[in-house]
C-alpha cells in the first residue's frame, strides 16, 4: 500500500477510536469490515458506520480534526502498517507506528538494550560493549527513550556508529523531557525515532506502559544489563521471554543480592551474560548443519608414489 493511502487508513483509524469513545479495538474492527482502498478521502465512507446525520457530522468533524494534526506534524514521518514486512508479527497490539529521522527502518536485527534509571558504572560498561558488538554486527540498536540506560544506550550507538532506535512514549516530535531533547535531536539526525502514537494523539505519562508492551515484541533479542526488583525494565523484559523472544541477563546483575530477581530469570532459555560474544548466541549467525564433505582422492598413480 502506497504512503499515502497507509496514512490515510492511520487517520481513519485514529478518528474513529475517538468516534468511539477510546474503544481502539472496536474502531479498528469497523474500519476492517469496510473494505475501503483510501484512495480517496476516508469521510466518503462515513455514512456506512453512522446511524444518523448528526452521528455523520461528528464522526467527520473529528476526522477533519485528525486529518490537520497530520498534517501539522512538526517533523516529516512516515506511517508504518502491521502489514509491512519489516515489523509484520512484532507490533500485537498495535496496528500503526509513526517513524522519522535520517534512516529508515530496515531489516536490520533489532537488540534492544534494558537497564535501571541509575546504571551502575558496571551497567554502563556492559552497555557500551553491547552496542559496540552491535556496530560491528550491522545491529540496530534499539532503547526505550528514557533517561538512564536507555539514554545510554542511544549515546553509546551515535558514538559508536551503531544504528540508533529510540521508541517513544510521546508522539513523533514531541520530548518527554527538556534535558532529552539534545538526546532525541541526535537520534533524529542519525538513527530513527518510533511511537505508537498519532500526531492527533495528546501525550499522558501513562503511554509508557503502551510503549512498554508495544516494546516487549518489537525486537529480535533482549539484554537486560541491570534492573531492581519491579523495576521499570521487567514490564518489557517478561512479556518477551513470555513471547518466546531471545533474552540474556548480565550475570554480575544477578550476582548482586540487591537484584533478586535478575537472578530468579536467568533460568531456562536466558542466556547468562559475561562478555560481548555472549549475545552471539541471541542474534549471531547460525551455522546450519551441511553434509559432510568427503576428501577427495585422485585415483590416477602418481610418479612419486
Known amino acids: 500500500m502506497l504512503q499515502t493511502a497507509i496514512k490515510e487508513k492511520a487517520v481513519a483509524y485514529e478518528a474513529l477510536s475517538l468516534f468511539y469513545k477510546g474503544d481502539r479495538d472496536k474502531a479498528w474492527d469497523v474500519l476492517s469490515t469496510l473494505n475501503a482502498d483510501f484512495s480517496s478521502p476516508f469521510a466518503s465512507y462515513t455514512r456506512e458506520f453512522t446511524s444518523s446525520s448528526r452521528e455523520e457530522m461528528v464522526f467527520n468533524e473529528l476526522w477533519r480534526n485528525t486529518r490537520d494534526a497530520f498534517s501539522r506534524e512538526k517533523i516529516p514521518f512516515s506511517v508504518i502498517d502491521e502489514d509491512d514486512e519489516r515489523v509484520k508479527g512484532r507490533m500485537a497490539p498495535v496496528h500503526f507506528l509513526y517513524s522519522a529521522g535520517e534512516r529508515e527502518l530496515g531489516n536490520e536485527k533489532r537488540l534492544v538494550i534494558l537497564g535501571s534509571p541509575l546504571p551502575s558504572l558496571k551497567a ?9 558488538l552491535s ?5 540496530a540498536v534499539v532503547a526505550p527513550f528514557d533517561s538512564g540506560s ?23 516530535s514531541k520530548c518527554p523531557s527538556e534535558s532529552m531533547l539534545e538526546l532525541m535531536e541526535q537520534v533524529y539526525s542519525k538513527g530513527i525515532l518510533i511511537t505508537q502514537n498519532a500526531p492527533s494523539v495528546k501525550y499522558e505519562k501513562w503511554h509508557v506502559v503502551l510503549r512498554n508492551r508495544f516494546l516487549s515484541s518489537f525486537g529480535d533479542a533482549y539484554f537486560l ?17 513470555e513471547k518466546g523472544k531471545k533474552t540474556s541477563i548480565s550475570l554480575s546483575a544477578a550476582s548482586n543480592p540487591n537484584y533478586s530477581w535478575c ?15 555472549d549475545l552471539l548466541k541471541l542474534l549471531g549467525d547460525e551455522k546450519k548443519p551441511g553434509k559432510r564433505r568427503e576428501k577427495y582422492v585422485d585415483p590416477t598413480p602418481s610418479l612419486f608414489d
Request: proline share 7%; glycine share 10%; charged share 25%.
Open 263 to 277: 537472578s530468579e530469570r536467568l533460568k531456562g532459555n536466558v542466556v547468562p551474560y559475561k562478555k560481548p560474544k
Open 225 to 241: 544489563v541491570e534492573e531492581k526488583n519491579g523495576g521499570p525494565s521487567w514490564a518489557v523484559f517478561d512479556p518477551a521471554v
Open 135 to 139: 556496530s560491528e554486527k550491522g545491529w
Open 150 to 172: 536507555g539514554a545510554y544506550a542511544l549515546q553509546s550507538a551515535l558514538k559508536l556508529g551503531a544504528l540508533p532506535v529510540a521508541v517513544l512514549s510521546s508522539g513523533i
Open 124 to 132: 554502563k560498561s556492559d552497555i557500551f560493549d553491547a552496542v559496540a
